[in-house]
């Protein structure tokens, strides 16, 4: 027989309560140990990560240097400049085939045409200095026609802004690359949402807005070429070569 006084409807809707609870705390565990399963295999990934890999979503270069036994995997993070919706960043697998110091830019005809449209007369050599747009440094791509380089634009990082390169701010460019060697692998992605847990047990995430184009779109790019031009060099370890990108 129910009871319908107060006090045994008050100590019902408690027991309902901490049922409810209970089924509550049980489905939390469960999803937290699943949640927790999946990230412990992405960090597995992430402790065995090496090289470059640029989150195009994000507009955030990772670098993770190479760890010697023993001793705790650790990654940089740098801040990018990439390509317009029309000259989009290429997306896949590549590495850096060479360094180079005060590149010399040879515009491409694509971009030529483009800045005669709007009355700019493009010169055929751009030498290395404050108007040269590849900035001090650029890291070449095994994809041909794109690099990894500085700017004279530091403004233009973070944005969409360049003909499919990937610019670096001046500061961190050079810091970069003196420690970045060549055959580093590169891997271009395209990943708008990031999760991860705090040390208070909290998980997490952020979504970043994905421009309208699709995947086709995206790894639709045009095969561009280098030219190249032996220059002096400081280092030993950067290429005999001065750059010409057809993307910047």
Not at 61 to 87: C, H, N, Q, S
Not at 165 to 170: A, E, Q
């Amino acid at each position: 027989m129910n009871c319908r006084c107060k006090s045994c409807q008050t100590a019902n809707a408690m027991i309902s309560n901490a049922a409810i609870k209970a089924q509550l705390n049980d489905i939390k565990g469960q999803m937290v140990g699943h949640v927790r399963e999946h990230f412990a295999e992405l960090d597995r990934l992430l402790q065995s990560a090496s090289g470059i890999v640029i989150n195009i979503a994000e507009l955030r270069l990772y670098y993770y240097p190479p760890a010697k036994r023993g001793e705790t995997p650790r990654v940089e993070t740098y801040p990018i400049g990439i390509g317009r919706l029309d000259w989009q960043t290429p997306l896949g697998t590549t590495r850096i085939t060479a360094k180079v110091e005060n590149p010399a830019w040879y515009p491409p005809g694509g971009i030529v045409k483009e800045y005669a449209e709007r009355g700019i007369d493009l010169p055929r050599t751009v030498p290395p200095g404050p108007d040269n747009p590849l900035g001090d440094y650029a890291m070449i791509l095994d994809i041909p026609g794109y690099l990894i380089h500085g700017t004279n634009r530091p403004q233009g990082v973070g944005m969409r802004v360049s003909h499919g390169c990937i610019r670096m701010l001046p500061d961190d460019i050079e810091d970069l690359i003196y420690r970045v060697p060549v055959d580093t692998p590169v891997r271009l992605i395209n990943q708008p949402l990031k999760q991860g847990w705090t040390q208070q047990d909290m998980l997490l995430a952020q979504v970043y807005p994905v421009p309208e184009a699709t995947p086709e779109e995206m790894k639709a790019q045009s095969r561009k070429h280098l030219i190249l031009r032996p220059p002096p060099l400081r280092d030993k370890n950067f290429s005999s070569i001065m750059l010409v990108s057809s993307a910047w």
